[in-house]
Each structure stands twice: as structure tokens, then as C-alpha cells.
């Protein structure tokens, strides 16, 4: 009888262990699937991730929480967009939600680099907010603006090899706020934009940022610039197309600038729709500029 018992006892811990150790696995196995959160210097997500990818610039913007994130190819044979991703152990798949990589493989190699910056970027400036959705994706809307976590708003820009995010928590229940962010290269185009995309007053007025050292070239590439960052915040609250000839922006020294609005339809409207704020940088060879617009929820949207 103490044998039977003792033998019973004995089948009985072997089963127990084995179930924590089966459960144990099951937990490791699913981490190395889901992205991990993100430190505030480095990616920090695998040897690999350190190797070809690092933190431009982590800013506190008026308009919320900027990084910048840069893809390094420069020890790889292979670019990363024409890798093979199946390894569940290559380090995208250690960054990326499996739902975001599904969207990269099935993308065209030139939006497969763009959507791993911008959401590389996204992910390092949501983790900011200690905010550790990793089991929410970060897809594309109807518009192709990034979709967030419920109580953010968010903003992507990418150039070359450069991936940036701006996201910002909604504090206030009254007020809507949307964000936009853009990056482009300071140096200018081979052929002039100028009459493309400023008025005539805006280009009348270049040229008073070369007290900073800012070329009246350079200005045309801000002021395009600021418009791309304006233009993403008030999308989704005016839900029209709006030529660049149908806002004016001016720069100024200290960082900040104005915007006036040219819309052939609801322009009254749009001044009384709700509050632009506009700000700008130089980050090295580029200008980072950065938008959000704040809609009273009382007022109707713009059709």
C-alpha cells in the first residue's frame, strides 16, 4: 500500500512538472513573435537590431513625442526590404507586430522600407508613453495614416534611410486634436519648387531666416516642409485634398510658424474650425517639422 501511494505521489509531481515546463515554453515561444518594447537610447531588441538600426533623435515636441530612427545597411550584404524574413528569429520579427511584417511581405519593395522605418519610429515614440500595446498593430487607414492604440493620434514621415514618429496622448475630451509630422532634406531639389508650392506672397517673403544661416533655398524645402506636417493634422478633420497654393506658412527664427488659410472651399470655416500650431528644426542635413490642430468637438467637420 505505501509503495502504491508513493508511486502514485511520484506520476503525480512528474505531471505537474512537466505542465510548468510545457507552460513555460508556450510563454517563450510566444515573445519571440511579438515585438518587445523599445529602451529610450537604442532599439535594443536583438544583436542584430542593434547592428543595423539606431535612435536619431528622441524629441519632446510641442505636438508630442518625437523619435527618429535609422536604418544602418551599411554592414549588410542584403538590404533588409529584400531579406528573408520567415526566421521567426530575424530581427524584424523581433521588433514588428506579426501582423505588421504580414503587411511588409505582401507590400512592394519600396513601401516595405517605408513602412519598417515609420513603424520602427512609432513603436520607439509610443514606448515613450509607457505604453506597451504589443499586441496591437500599427496598419494604415483608409487615408493611409497610421492607426494607434484608442486615446492617441499619431504622425509618420520617412526620407532615405530615416524613419520618424510623432505621437501624443488626448487629454482632453472637449477638444480634438490631431498631429502631423514630415522630414525632408535641407538641401534643395535640382529644379526649384518654389512656384509650386508657395504663393506669391510666400515667395516674396523668402529669405528672412539668413540671419540663422538658412538659405533662401533651404526656406522653399521648410516651407514645403511645414505644409507636408500641417496638411497631415488637418486631414482628418477637413477630409478634403488642399493644394499647396491654398495655405501659406511662414517660418520664423525662433522655431515656430503661421499659417494662412487659401481654401477655395469653407475657408472662413477652417479659421473658425479650430487652433494650428506649426514648429520646426534642424536635425543635422534635414528639417524636421511637426503640426497639430485643435477642433472644438461642437464644431461640424468639413466635407
Not at 12 to 38: D, E, F, N, W
Request: proline fraction near 4%.
Amino acid at each position: 500500500m505505501k509503495r502504491t501511494c508513493f508511486l502514485f505521489f511520484f506520476f503525480v509531481t512528474i505531471m505537474m512538472a512537466q505542465s510548468i515546463v510545457l507552460s513555460t515554453l508556450k510563454q517563450v515561444c510566444r515573445q519571440k513573435i511579438r515585438p518587445r518594447a523599445l529602451s529610450s537610447n537604442s532599439l535594443l531588441l536583438s544583436s542584430a537590431a542593434n547592428d543595423f538600426t539606431e535612435i536619431l533623435f528622441d524629441l519632446e515636441l510641442p505636438e508630442g513625442r518625437c523619435v527618429g530612427v535609422q536604418l544602418n545597411n551599411n554592414n549588410q550584404t542584403t538590404k533588409v526590404e529584400e531579406e528573408d524574413w520567415s526566421d521567426p528569429n530575424h530581427w524584424v520579427n523581433t521588433c514588428l507586430h506579426p501582423e505588421e511584417v504580414k503587411y511588409i511581405l505582401d507590400a512592394t519593395t519600396p513601401v516595405k522600407k517605408s513602412f519598417l522605418l515609420g513603424r520602427l519610429a512609432m513603436r520607439a515614440s509610443l514606448s515613450k508613453h509607457e505604453l506597451l500595446q504589443n499586441d496591437e498593430p500599427c496598419l494604415k487607414d483608409l487615408h493611409g495614416r497610421p492607426t494607434l492604440p484608442k486615446g492617441y493620434v499619431g504622425s509618420i514621415s520617412h526620407k532615405g534611410t530615416i524613419g520618424v514618429a510623432l505621437s501624443r496622448k488626448c487629454s482632453s475630451s472637449t477638444f480634438l486634436t490631431t498631429v502631423g509630422v514630415d522630414i525632408e532634406q535641407r538641401a534643395p531639389k535640382k529644379r526649384s519648387i518654389a512656384n509650386k508650392i508657395l504663393t506669391q506672397r510666400e515667395r516674396d517673403n523668402l529669405g528672412n531666416l539668413k540671419r540663422i544661416n538658412i538659405s533662401t533655398e533651404e526656406e522653399v524645402m521648410l516651407r514645403f516642409s511645414l505644409k507636408e506636417a500641417i496638411y497631415k493634422a488637418v486631414h482628418p478633420v477637413i477630409n478634403q485634398y488642399v493644394g499647396f497654393q491654398e495655405a501659406e506658412v511662414i517660418p520664423f527664427e525662433n522655431g515656430t510658424a503661421t499659417v494662412h488659410w487659401n481654401l477655395t472651399n469653407n475657408n472662413n470655416k477652417m479659421d473658425k474650425l479650430g487652433i494650428v500650431t506649426a514648429h520646426w528644426k534642424k536635425i543635422k542635413h534635414h528639417f524636421l517639422t511637426s503640426a497639430s490642430f485643435e477642433q472644438n468637438e461642437n464644431e461640424e467637420e468639413i466635407h
